[in-house]
């Protein structure tokens, strides 16, 4: 008699304590709704008037890049080109994903900002991952570049060179 009654309070307290665990989802539908708030107070904006600038024309000299890339990180990776493009030694990933669709999704946001995006492939530990390209280059310097002015629209921006 006096196993079950152990037994029975063990089962009582246990029930209690998992009872009382915190929903995720309870967490994401708030920050979704934060996240929806958010974005219709920015959409509501006053008229603003125009007034015309008269300006001067631009003198353009040659800028000389003293950009220095050697502290950069960049992942090595074997991949594969899906589809078509010109893919150089170093790329700006901005995208990794495990199905290709979502992979397309992404690279066809970037087509209408006006990138000339690409997909590659390339086999890792989590598997089959496909990477969208949003800029190739030929040199280092010029794709970090490319990646820090990326990384605001797109923060988990990174490099990948291309190993044969």
Known sequence: MKKFLVFGLGLCLALGFSSCKSSESAYR???EKAKAQETV?????????????????VVTTPVTSNYDASNVSVRQERVTLVGSGDLKDYSVIVGSFSLEAN??????RLASQGFNSM????NTDKGL???????SYAD???AAQKRDQLIGAYPGAWLLYRTY
């Not at 107070?41 to 024309?57: M, Y």
């Not at 992979?103 to 066809?108: D, E, F, K, P, V």
């Not at 997909?119 to 390339?122: G, M, Q, R």
């Not at 991952?129 to 800029?135: G, K, L, P, T, W």
Request: proline share 8%.
């Open 29 to 31: 539908k708030a920050y």
């Open 41 to 57: 107070s920015t959409e509501k904006t006053e008229p603003v008037t125009v007034t015309p600038v008269v300006s001067t024309p």
């Open 103 to 108: 992979a397309r999704g992404l690279q066809q």
């Open 119 to 122: 997909i590659v492939s390339a």
């Open 129 to 135: 991952m496909y990477r969208v390209i949003a800029a």
């Open 140 to 142: 280092k310097a010029s």
